[in-house]
């Protein structure tokens, strides 16, 4: 089959072999996948990851055992736990320490025209939800994660750091508690997005950095947005911490005391309470999508996704009807600027 | 009157004036005061802080307006907020960038004859807990404080590094909620008293360090604290930072993220369930008594308090009787180790 292989280098590859599904693993047709910044992080070496990268996806079960599940449309966790260690028992089946991760650890990912999950990972799509929309299952489910962590008070005032896609859909989940909400980025395009949904934006420039927040989610990816996490945030407030930073960095520990203030790391979330907020029209994501190409594209798409103003990159294994998405010369403003 | 004053050095002074209570403050005629850690940081230079220090006492009500707290045998919040400012109207009176805190910032403390504070911060006393329980209402409240901000399960595995004051008492407080608790220190005269209630003991040196736990209380007091609680707490868990270090420290913000670690600063907390648990006898801090020193002897407590082997040393202001405390030959015996 057709892929992207990663083994230090980036590669386009036409002959590698179609995985064959193990006992309880489902054989899935992948019809189109996102490129996450986590993406951008293994091609850059990250997790020394070697295989076909990938992880948001939607795809067609093609070879099950559960004939429930055959042919139909679906989106997967990806962690793959071992079922059986204390944390899996506990329930925390994500932290896993023996778990694989599609193309991140461990197992080849979406980045090819089929890949194989365990079936219980996987979320049948209801037909009428699109598939372009679809593919962002699995980056909302870890906003909804905050939400599962951290009870945001419909009173709190919220603020949002990165205009990075997770940072975009963030956001959005926020808008829904009805929070006192700011989001702070980088890119006009970006912030209009939320702009259009009354949701209140400032370039990161413009930001009054005298304005206190009971709880700050730092999604910029990078150690300075920490720091601005730390200055936003009041006392006996909460820092969402979504981004990961190749570096330690300092902490002032004894202000932490002081203020108590608390920092909640913040990984992987719920599937379902994201589909269900994608079939209520509840997030718009399908403006996230910047550009898609085909697969056979796949390098090209990484060097455009490696933008920083670039937004959502999809690879699509063929082209599928556009249903909701901007026309391409809306989409290309967007990412131009 | 006479008091400890701290001005760059520690004195002991004879002629200092008493303080005239303000409007809605109480003049307390101190009983006894126990020196507490931040005591300690203060007369090495923490918070600038000139005049008496001295936080944790229990003292009787002799000059207020409210004739029913006239008399009346009380302790004390420390933290003294303006309550006008949004973070009082939030409730977050503990964090008003206004307040004063007893003996610690802008208010003079209870290492002398008396104190003022305003009646709002007071709790009486009831006349069945002994004098020498009642003086760690304070630093036992800041135990319920973790209890406050964190959901402890009966089921969790909790882990209590450091068997200073704080640490034994926070380990007691653990102790009450069904779940599985180990106590890790350094000496053996102190974990000996948590063996008695019951509870596992370590000492560092010989701790499995493969061992993990849901929730890690850091109350060391060290920087390599907050490391050992770090590499203690099992994925999803929650360390609660009780220890302030002078120095910044560097941590690895990823593991954190992918680990979906919780952070939790905590420093006061709720009086009234600390009062209910001495009265319940739930709670044993008369153990935790190293020595009695008369104020005209302050100098000496300091300088014996500064033991990392010494435990909780009180001053007072005429010796009480020493209900349920044990002998000195035997509290001696645990403070020469």
Do not use: W
Request: hydrophobic letters at 40%; one cysteine or more; a negative charge.
């Amino acid at each position: 089959m057709r892929g992207l292989y990663f083994n230090g280098g980036l590669q386009l590859k036409e002959d590698l072999p179609v995985p064959e599904p193990g006992p309880g693993e489902a054989l899935i047709k992948v019809m189109a996948a996102g490129i996450c910044h986590t993406d951008k992080e293994i091609v850059n070496g990250y997790m020394d990851f070697k295989g076909i990268p990938g992880h948001e996806f939607v795809g067609v079960v093609e070879k099950v055992d559960d004939p429930d599940m055959l042919g139909k449309r679906v989106v997967g966790e990806i962690n793959c736990p071992c079922g059986v260690c204390p944390l899996c028992v506990d329930g925390k089946t994500n932290h896993c320490h023996d778990r694989t991760t599609l193309g991140i650890s461990g197992r080849d990912g979406a980045f090819a025209e089929y890949l194989t999950l365990p079936i219980s990972n996987l979320h049948i799509i209801p037909d009428t939800l699109p598939l372009y929309a679809a593919v962002f299952v699995e980056p909302l489910a870890a906003c909804f994660r905050i939400t599962e962590q951290v009870h945001i008070n419909p009173s709190n005032r919220v603020v949002v750091l990165g205009d990075g896609k997770l940072g975009l859909m963030a956001a959005q989940v926020m808008r829904l508690n009805g929070c006192a909400l700011l989001a702070v980025g980088r890119y006009t395009h970006k912030l209009k997005i939320l702009d259009r949904l009354g949701i209140r934006t400032v370039k990161q420039e413009d930001l009054d950095t005298r304005e206190r927040f009971d709880v700050v989610i730092e999604s910029t990816g990078s150690p300075e947005g920490f720091d601005l996490a730390r200055a936003l945030v009041d006392a006996a407030g909460t820092i969402v911490q979504k981004s990961t930073y190749v570096e330690s960095i300092n902490v002032d520990i004894s202000s932490l005391v002081v203020d108590e203030i608390s920092i909640i790391g913040s990984r992987c979330g719920p599937f379902e309470p994201a589909i269900r907020a994608l079939m209520r029209g509840l997030v718009n994501v399908q403006e996230l999508i910047d550009r898609r190409f085909p697969l056979e594209m796949g390098l090209q798409a990484f060097e455009y996704a490696m933008r920083d103003a670039a937004l959502k990159v999809i690879l699509e294994m063929k082209t599928y009807p556009a249903e909701g998405l901007r026309e391409p010369g809306e989409m290309q403003q967007h990412s131009v600027i």
